[in-house]
Nanobody, 115 residues
Framework: QVQLVESGGGLVQPGGSLRLSCAPS????????MGWYRQASGKERELVAR???????NYADSVKGRFTISRDNAKNTVYLQMNSLKPEDTAVYYC?????????WGQGTQVTVSS
């Protein structure tokens, strides 16, 4: 079974930066889009950023201008560059692949923004 492997989370001070990466452990065909979601403690999971196979992107209002999503189509790898991080960005971040027949989810990576 193909799994999504995430990396790049951790502890960072407010105003700092982190870069998340996500790649599948095997081949996934028929990908429509890839993205990142997050879930803070006691809150519902929410979309952070998404990028389609054609390169169109959309972002949560709370991260616009601070986060950038990108992908390497050849490697089916998606990245999330997070700058100017705020304490309210603290959450578990999940990678998502929107494939023709199903969704794939990563195991989640913790991002903590704290001084």
């Amino acid at each position: 079974q193909v799994q999504l492997v995430e990396s790049g989370g951790g502890l960072v001070q407010p105003g700092g930066s982190l870069r998340l990466s996500c790649a599948p452990s095997g081949s996934i065909f028929g990908i429509n889009a890839m993205g990142w979601y997050r879930q803070a403690s006691g809150k519902e999971r929410e979309l952070v950023a998404r990028i389609t196979i054609g390169g169109s992107t959309n972002y949560a209002d709370s991260v616009k201008g601070r986060f950038t999503i990108s992908r390497d189509n050849a490697k089916n790898t998606v990245y999330l560059q997070m700058n100017s991080l705020k304490p309210e960005d603290t959450a578990v971040y999940y990678c998502n692949v929107d494939q023709l027949l199903r969704d794939y989810w990563g195991q989640g990576t913790q991002v903590t923004v704290s001084s």
